[in-house]
């Protein structure tokens, strides 16, 4: 079975400054995607970023980009230029692109981001 | 375009009786996901729907079940409820079943069961 580990339960960055969030992941398949969700305090998820595992460069969506590094399964998050409204819980997640469970997400426990001004 | 919307937002139950929670899916979404997250916990899988069947579940008991509806909204229904059935509970809609469509989430529904 697949597994997401997040070991930063809480990071804090300043205001215009560089924070990285890390990830690990486990699996035995070579076909997937990885994403980052933020969480704020209205609960509702969304999509920060994601990366397919067979493409090599690192997504990059504004001012948040990835580290993946296949072999080592660690997919980490860099937020640059850290905004206030960046402050939430992000989550790491794995979803299969193979059999049942096609389509469906497995999270990691999620990182608290506090951003001081 | 509407988003995916959930109702109620909060809700209070009892030890062993029974809740049904409903998912508007985003419009043109024929998958449905619902996710379980306790406090403090990333969401986990319950199961999802495809065009109204049941397609793939998650290590939940029979308790939980659910429906997805012609217009393919969805209900999540938790029998016998217990006390770690508190959780959050987020649905999910995307224009597919494979795992290259995006998968929307709504705001969530706030189930205490004391």
């Known amino acids: 079975a697949q597994t997401v580990t997040q070991s930063q339960p809480e990071m804090s960055v300043q205001e215009a400054e560089t924070v990285t969030l890390s990830c690990t992941y486990d699996t035995s398949e070579s076909d997937y995607y990885l994403f980052w969700y933020k969480q704020p305090p209205s609960r509702q998820m969304i999509l920060v970023i994601r990366q397919e595992a067979y493409k090599q460069q690192n997504a990059t969506e504004n001012r948040f980009s990835v580290n993946f590094q296949k072999a080592a399964k660690s997919f980490s998050l860099k937020i640059s230029d850290s905004q206030l409204g960046d402050a939430a819980m992000y989550f790491c997640a794995y979803r299969s692109n193979y059999g049942g469970s096609q389509g469906n997400l497995i999270f990691g426990k999620g990182t608290k981001l506090s951003v001081k001004p | ?114």
């Not at chain 2, 139950?13 to 449905?32: A, W, Y």
């Not at chain 2, 308790?63 to 987020?90: I, K």
């Open chain 2, 1 to 114: 375009e509407t988003g995916v919307t959930q109702s109620p937002t909060h809700l209070i139950k009892t030890r062993g009786q029974q809740v049904t929670l409903r998912c508007s899916s985003q419009s043109g979404h024929n998958t449905v996901s619902w996710y379980q997250q306790a406090l403090g916990q990333g969401p986990q899988f319950i199961f999802q729907y495809y065009r109204e069947e049941e397609n793939g579940r998650g290590n939940f008991p029979p308790r939980f079940s659910g429906l997805q509806f012609p217009n393919y909204s969805s209900e999540l229904n938790v029998n016998a409820l217990e006390l770690d059935d508190s959780a959050l509970y987020l649905c999910a809609s995307r224009n597919g079943l494979g795992s290259s469509y995006e998968q929307y989430f709504g705001p969530g529904t706030r189930l205490t069961v004391t």
